[in-house]
Each structure stands twice: as C-alpha cells, then as structure tokens.
C-alpha cells in the first residue's frame, strides 16, 4: 500500500495481536463456527478456541468465559467443534480500575434453553450472567455465520457469500440497507491488511478531485461508499 494513500485509515486500527481482539468487535458481534479446541501455553489463557475464517487470531475465553463454555457444553472441549457462539465487546471490563472492554459470550448453540447462571465477576462479589440459545437451524443464524466467516476473507468472499443469501434472509439480516456496514468495514479492513507493498512508490488515489476547466473541486469518494460496495 502507498505510504501516501491517507483515502482509507481502517487498517492502522487493527490490533496487531495473535488472538482475537476486543477492539475488533468495536462494530458489533460476531458468530462463530469452532473448528478445534486446544490447550494454550500459559496459565492465563489456558483454552485456544480456533473458528471458521478466523485469519490467525483465535478465541481465547478469560476465566468467566471458560467457566460459561464448561457449564453449557461440558468439559470436553473436542465435543465444542461445530457449534456456535456470539461474541461482543462489553465494554465496561475493566483492567487496573479502568475500562478497556472484554470479549463475552451472548449466545450459544446447542442447548435446550437460555444459559442462567451466577458468577464471581471480583472477590466476594457475583453477578447473575445469562447467555441466550442460538438455534443452529434457522437459516438466518447460520447465513449471518457464514457472512462473518466470508467477511474475514475478504470484500470480493463478503460479496459472494452475500449473492447466494434467499432474498428472505437478506432482508432478514440487512432490511432495506442490504449487506451490513459492520461487515463491510471488516472486508475492507482484511483487504488492506492483505494488500502487499507495491515495489515502487505508486501514485495515490486523490484525496480530491479538482475540474481543471472550472477549478471546483470534488471530495473522493471513499471506499466505504464505492458503487462497489453496494450490495
């Protein structure tokens, strides 16, 4: 990418990290799909949860979290692979006195009913947690699966995966707006993270673009709002 293409600024917000992050899910939750379950190298986060699409940065639970996965799917975590959760940034964790966000679990697949339980959140202190049940089987659930998934991948995997949606469930996830703009902003993200440096310096997209014959001058358009992207 060109050191002086400022047009799109995304990529420079994303976490240089080996897990997933909870920055990352600033704009909104994702569902994922386990692939494998691992133990990790340190005390601190034991269990590895490695999903669909997951680019190198998988979920690794924090303690409240571990205990949630045990109680619902039990402690064997090889009978964890193909299910499904919901993850979002609850932003009120706090880390030295501090809020910073955590990654928490809103939904699970593969239980009868909503997951009720209480839980040390600090010392002598508990909190009532409750994860709601994601039915695995509504077509809606695992369409927005399978977006998240292609989002990771990339705009042009986001827009195929998109395409082969029933026009019901497009509606039914995006309404009148089509394919979510959270979405989007994590395909074009992916993109310029995997976009490779160019052997010379390339010229940038202009930040504006100015009619010669008038002198007026016209905002690019941002990526964001490409004709392209719209679907």
Not at 202 to 230: C, K, Q, S, Y
Request: glycine share 8%; proline share 7%; aromatic share 4%.
């Amino acid at each position: 990418m060109s050191t002086t293409d400022v047009s799109n600024l995304k990529d420079t917000i994303v976490p240089k990290s080996d897990q997933l992050n909870a920055d990352q899910l600033l704009g909104g939750p994702i569902t994922i799909t386990i692939t494998s379950v691992r133990r990790g190298s340190g005390d601190d986060q034991p269990i590895v949860v490695h999903y669909e699409g997951e680019a190198g940065r998988p979920y690794k639970p924090c303690l409240t979290m571990r205990k949630v996965l045990i109680f619902a799917w039990g402690e064997d975590g090889s009978q964890w692979v193909g299910k499904m959760l919901t993850l979002y940034n609850l932003r009120t964790v706090k880390w030295g006195g501090v809020e910073v966000g955590g990654i928490r679990i809103s939904h699970m697949s593969h239980v009868q009913a909503d997951v009720k339980l209480s839980l040390a959140v600090t010392r002598g202190k508990k909190e009532p947690i409750i994860i709601k049940r994601l039915d695995a089987t509504d077509p809606t659930v695992a369409a927005r699966a399978a977006l998240d998934t292609a989002a990771r991948a990339g705009m042009e995997s986001l827009k195929a995966a998109w395409s082969a949606l029933p026009g019901p469930v497009k509606l039914s996830i995006g309404g009148k707006e089509g394919c979510p703009a959270a979405l989007k902003a994590v395909a074009v993200q992916v993109d310029a993270e995997s976009s490779p440096a160019p052997a010379q310096e390339a010229v940038a997209p202009a930040a504006e673009v100015i009619d010669t014959a008038t002198g007026e001058v016209t905002p690019a358009e941002p990526i964001d709002n490409h004709p392209d992207n719209n679907f």
